[in-house]
Each structure stands twice: as structure tokens, then as C-alpha cells.
């Protein structure tokens, strides 16, 4: 037998882990609405269509009229500040923004609505929807470099929304048009009065800051370096306060370890003095320091050229000892003096009166430097208020001047220019809206249909194999073979994807030294496995592999029904102990026999177990070079288990559109196993996944009309599926 193969091949997982792609946006798309494009685009088309009519109906047209008000720019108003405000119009744009205002205002707009204009109007709409309605529509517009307003209504009634723009530009020229005499007399008189107003404040905030100086005792002239003076004495107070409290501390601590209470302290308790301190009373100390410190200075030299019985040596020495011992006469007398004299002003009780006073004297410095900041605030303020109101004053008595010079030429400025014509279809986003409507529904439905894709993850396409995270590893696609009779074509297509198949299979497959022992399974029923099990046994039978077909389903027994064995002997009675070799069928091709599935009713799927399997398939090697295994469904037989642990190599049939979820659990229930899985089959295949292999030869078309002159032998593989083809018709 050939199968002395060499070892090329990897296992099925490295080449998985090897191809595995990361599924970018969009294959993921692609993916979820493979084999639901036509449905989903022509469903979403409907929708969006249906949607976007919708809007179109329901959004009504509207109609717009405009109107031209005009306005001076020299208006006396311009400059008017009423005295109950405390800003000025200092712009035209201020004011024009004023007028749009009182031109939207509820006096002027209820004027309009109880104007003859509206009468018919007001027939068709209640008062308060009519009101709304002029509220929501009603714009005013300020052309640029303009002085004029644009006023624009718009409303479904054409006359409305002519009738209603005239209306209120009628009512705001009644109750706000201008009267030049009266409006520049009203004005200067407010700017005057403001005048009187503003003087008065300034005579206030002067006597003010007058009464401030004279209650400050120190003036306002360097009222900040008085603070700063008055901050430096107050931190040196508290320092000295720091170092008081420190020394009563200390007192108090020599008194609790000497084993006394602080609460029996006399007042009269003094610290010992300090080196320092007796220095600076008794000089003389400093001057024997000298003496000892000179003469020790002197003995250092000598001592090292001379011996310590030296007269000389011995001479310093006694100076040293005895200026030693009247430095320590000399401090117990000078420490007595500071105990009479300095001592008793350091005392306990001495301590405690000082501390008290510099607390006094913090607080009358604090609140001096309070009452400090008080009145640099004040006079800070007043200085402030009055350098506005004199600004103020001044700007007064310039808008006054300009009103004067002005008061001579003007007129009534304020004016109807244009009055609202026959309405005209308004800019309206109808178009816009439906627009967004139609693209919502078909991208709403796409998406709806993108969702189910992700729930229901069936298989259409040979991509979503390929770039799904389950690790498939698909080996390649067979296209549908029962077309074969409305297409020829199909079949020679069906023998090209067959033995790229195999070769595939010979690049991953274990090379042993018996037989090849391969199963054919699939997640449903009719996926297409006998199919794929007769076309694969072609295959390698006519690559000059002795191959045998065995029919291990019990249930469905379809590679027994497609080669028309179901009444011969098979697996049953070499189960039950025939031989081999007078079950096993040639069939009309060469190298290629049949194990059918066996007439002995006695024998059934659970005869099946892993002993019984490891004999048959050692029988099975020993006479065949590839054994291809039909069973049923993985996940659904009772024979595949057994089967699946015992061969060489396991394939996957799936259908075109079947889920790939089943095909998931039998990837995962086969690894469990250890069963060594190969990869998967696409059936039933689109023209898309099996288009490159359809363009490998041009020659399809002369080897068919060879076949049926008779100048070409038939292909026996071909002949075989349109066999079964013919007897599925049937």
C-alpha cells in the first residue's frame, strides 16, 4: 500500500492559530448581513421610502411675508437715559435692538391681533393660539449696514402671513412711533435731572471724605506706612511674648522635676543665670578667662621641649590652678549680685506681669491697625465713587450738547418703507427632513438586521469562515451539485474544489505508517457530508490512492442509498464477525470500494464501542490506503463519538446558511476528544467562494463535448454525482 508518505504537514490547531485574522469593522459588517443583503436593502429601501412620504405629509408648507420699517441713526432717542436705569445706550446697534423688542412686545402684539387687518383672522383662531402662533413666527432681521428692520411672519395661510406682518408693523408705528418735539424736550429734561442727581452724590461723597480725614488722628497722608510700622512693633511684642512664655515654662518645669508643684510656686523663683548673662554683669570674668586661656596658651608650648618638674612648667601650672580657683570665686559672687540685683526682674512672678502687659499692648495695637484699615478702605471707596461721578457728570453734559445741536433737524424718523406683499412659499427643510427619514429607515433596517446577524450567526459566505474567532480553519467550499443538470458546469467545478480539497488535506495530514483513517461529520443533518465523502473518494482514488467508503450512519444511511447498497452486506456483519473482504464493493471506479452500512438488523449504533472501532479501523488500514468515514451528525449519533476518538483526521461539512454556533460546540467537543480535527467544508457554496476555482481551466467546455462524442472516457467522479443528483430529483 502507498503510505509511506513524507511528513509535510502541521497540525490543524498551529495552522489555526497560524491563519486566525482579526476580524476588522468591515468584515464584521459583512459578516452579520451575509446572505441578508437583498432582504435588508430591499426591506430598508420600503422603509425609508414609506418614512420619508410620511414626512413629507405631515410637515406642512409655509408662507413668509416680509416688511421694512426704517430708522434714522441721528434719533435723539439714541442718546436718552431713562433715570430708573443705570446704563447708557451708547450704540445705534442698542437701539435697534431695543426697537426689535418693542416690535415683539405683548402690547404690540395684542394691538395687532384686535386690528381691523386680523378681523377675519381672528374668526378661524382663537385669540390665544393666534398669539402663540405670532410669538413662535414672527422674526425681525437688521440687513447689514442698514438702518432699517426687516419684519417677517410665516404661516400655512398665504393672506395670513401678509395680514399679519402689516398688522404689527401698523401697531408699533402707533404706540411707538416718535414725535420729535416732545421726545427731545422729554430727554434733555431726564439728562438734566440726572445732572441735579449726580451733583448732589458728589457734594455727599466729598463732605464724607472731608469727615473721614478729620476723624482719623493721624491723617490720610502715609496711612500705609502707619500699618506697616505699626505690623513690625507687634511682631517684635510677640516675640518677646514667646521668649516669656518659653522662660515661665521652664521654671515651671525645673520647679515639677525638683519635685514641687506649680500651683506653689511664690512668684520669687528665678532661672539660674547664663554664662553669657554673668559675663555681661561682672567684666572681670572675661578678663581672668583671658589670663587662663594666655597662660595655657604659653604651657602648650613649652611642654613639649621641656619636662613637667620644669620650675617653669610648674610655675604655670600653679598660675593656671589658682586663676581657675578665683574664677570660681568670682562667679559665685557675681551669680549672688545677679540673684540680688538683675535676678529679680526675671522672676516667676516678674515674668507673669510682663506677659500680661504685652498682651495689653497687642490688643490696642491690633485694634489700632484695625481701625487703620477701616479708614484706608473707606477713603479708598469714596475716592473711587467720586472720580466716577465726576466722570459721569461729564458724559451728561456732552450727550446734552448733542441734542442741542441736534434738536434743530430732527423729524419723525421712524417709518414704514415697504409693507408686506402677497406671501411666498417659505424656505422650508421638508426636503431635509425626509431626507433624514428615508436614510433613518434604511440604515434603521440594516441595522436591524445587522443585530439578528449577530444572534443568528449563520454561515453564507466562505469569508465568515474564515474570519470568525472560532478558530474553523476552512479547507475549502463544494459548490451545489444538484444545479448539475440546469448547469454542467457544476460538476467539473465540483471535481476542481474536490481536489484542492485534498491537496489541502495531504499538506496538514499526519503521515502514518498503516492507512489513513478519515471521518466526515457535520453539526446537522443534510449538511452535505455523503456528498463530500463520495467526492473525496473520487479524489484520492483517482490520485492513485486505494480509498474505501464506509457508511457508519445507522439512522440515515445515505452513502448506502447513494450508491444504491442498502440491500448488500456491510459494517453490520463485519461487526458481527464476516470478513472484510467479502463486504467491501468495487465501484466503477478504479481504486475507489464501499463499506455499506449492512442488512443484519441485530446490530445497531450501540454496538459501536471504542473496541469494536479500533478493530474495524485496524482491519481498514491493513487493506486501504485512505479510509473515508460517513457518520451522522456530531453532535446528535451515538457512533461518531467512539469514531471520532479512534481516527487520523476529522473534517466539518457545514451547509451554506446552516448556524455556525453547532459548529462551535463540535470544534470544542472534538479538541475535547483529542480527536485531531482538520478543518471545515463549506456546501452548497455561492458562485462568490468558488469563482477562482471555476476560472482554473478554459478547457471545462471541450472536455465535456469530448465526453459526449465519446473521443474522451467519462469521468467517473462525474458520473457518480449526477447519479445521486438524478435519484435526489426522483
Known sequence: ???????????????????EQQMNPVDMVRDRLAGRWPLAIAL???????????????????????????????RAVVMARLPEENETTKTFGMYLQNQINLIKSEDVLSAAIESDRLQDLRLTRSGGALLNAIEQNLSVLIPRNSWQLQVRYSDEDQNAAMDVTNAVMESYIMIHGNVAGSEIAETSRNIRLEEQENRRRVQTKQEQLQELIRRSKDGMGDVSGLISSLSETRQAMLAALEQYEETIRTLEKEVEDAGGSVAEMTGKEMLKPTPEQLVMFDPRLVQIREEIQRDRST?????????????????????????????????????KRWYEEQGKKVSYGKLKEEIEKLQDRL??????????????????????????????????QDRLQSIEREAPFIGDRIQIVQNATESAPAKSKRIQIAGGAFFAGLFGVIGVFFLIGTVDQRAFALRQLKTDRGKFHCLGVIPDTTKSIDDPDILNIAMNCVHRLRNKIESIRLRLSGGYVALVSSPFQGDGKTTLVTLLGHSYAAAGFKTCLVDCDFIGRSLSHHFEKLSDSGLKEVISGAKLADTVIPLDAENLFLLSIGIDERVNAERMQVGVVTDLLAKLREEFDFVIIDTGPLSGSIESTPIASNVDGV???????????????????????SAP????VLNYADKSDYREVASVSKSIDQVIKEESTGMRQKNALAESLKRGNQGTRN
Open 299 to 335: 604651657l602648650d608650648k613649652i611642654r613639649p621641649r621641656l619636662k613637667d618638674t620644669h620650675r617653669l612648667v610648674k610655675k604655670l601650672v600653679s598660675s593656671i590652678e589658682a586663676q581657675e580657683a578665683n574664677r570660681q570665686v568670682v562667679i559665685a559672687e557675681t551669680e
Open 677 to 680: 480535527y482538520l478543518g471545515v
Open 651 to 673: 473534517l466539518l461539512a457545514l451547509r451554506k446558511g446552516r448556524s455556525r454556533i453547532p459548529l462551535r460546540r463540535c470544534v470544542r467537543d472534538l479538541h475535547e476528544l
Open 1 to 19: 500500500m502507498s503510505d509511506n508518505y513524507p511528513n509535510s504537514g502541521n497540525t490543524a490547531d498551529t495552522t489555526n492559530a497560524q491563519n
Open 44 to 74: 430598508g429601501l420600503l422603509t425609508g421610502i414609506v418614512a420619508a412620504t410620511v414626512c413629507w405629509i405631515v410637515i406642512p408648507e409655509k408662507f413668509e411675508s416680509a416688511g421694512i420699517i426704517e430708522v434714522d441713526a441721528q
Open 363 to 396: 490688643v490696642v495695637k491690633r485694634d489700632r491697625m484695625q481701625q487703620l484699615h477701616s479708614h484706608q478702605q473707606s477713603y479708598e471707596t469714596l475716592t473711587t465713587d467720586l472720580d466716577f461721578l465726576e466722570s459721569d457728570f461729564q458724559s451728561l
